[in-house]
T-cell receptor, first 114, second 111 residues
């Protein structure tokens, strides 16, 4: 157990639907990062939050949005789902912003869009 | 731009050594290394910072050439548990809020 909790572990939904993925960072970590990993592909950066504020964005689609709440947990919302959105979605956390800390990843949510 | 890793895949026997390279087209502030086993989360191995500081918690080593914007991961006396996909992640000096991962190197160690 890495200390980063992601729920649900698996999600199967139909095209056009909306889902919410949840992430609780490791205790004491203020930064949360979301990554998408398609089948046998690398990790694509989506978005980062630090202590409730959005700090960096990657190639996140307009259909996707995220937020970090006062208790530091984060949610990634995916709407108008398409088959191509099927992927593993990872959340990671680190103590603070900046380059001095390694990331701790959660076990991921496997999203299947049918 | 995504960092490029080489080789794309490596096959080793137990006890053999391997080097994995990571090259970026941009100036770097730090380089991270992670290992991911199939279907699992990436696990942090090491971070190398501009200026030479290195932080890690496993018995592996790495180098970071800031001028060449390259990093190399050295796996010596490989064990079966080393199998997995290795990713480098890079942070730029003016944008240290996000880690951009490389293309990945798949390593397989056989008995």
């Amino acid at each position: 157990d890495s200390g980063v909790t992601q729920t649900p572990k698996h999600l199967i939904t139909a095209t056009g639907q909306r889902v919410t993925l949840r992430c609780s960072p490791r205790s004491g970590d203020l930064s949360v990062y979301w990554y998408q990993q398609s089948l046998d592909q690398g990790l694509q950066f989506l978005i980062q939050y630090y202590n409730g504020e959005e700090r960096a964005k990657g190639n996140i689609l307009e259909r996707f949005s995220a937020q970090q709440f006062p208790d530091l947990h984060s949610e990634l919302n995916l709407s108008s789902l398409e088959l191509g959105d099927s992927a593993l979605y990872f959340c990671a956390s680190s103590p603070r912003q900046g380059p001095n800390y390694g990331y701790t990843f959660g076990s991921g949510t496997r999203l299947t869009v049918v | 731009q995504q960092p490029v890793q080489s080789p794309q895949a490596v096959i080793l026997r137990e006890g053999e050594d391997a080097v994995i390279n990571c090259s970026s087209s941009k100036a770097l502030y730090s380089v991270h290394w992670y290992r991911q086993k199939h279907g699992e989360a990436p696990v942090f191995l090491m971070i190398l910072l501009k200026g030479g500081e290195q932080k890690g918690h496993e018995k592996i080593s790495a180098s970071f050439n800031e001028k060449k914007q390259q990093s190399s991961l050295y796996l010596t006396a490989s064990q079966l548990s080393y199998s997995g996909t290795y990713f480098c992640g890079t942070e730029e000096p003016i944008n240290t809020d996000k880690l951009i991962f490389g293309t990945g190197t798949r390593l397989q160690v056989f008995p």
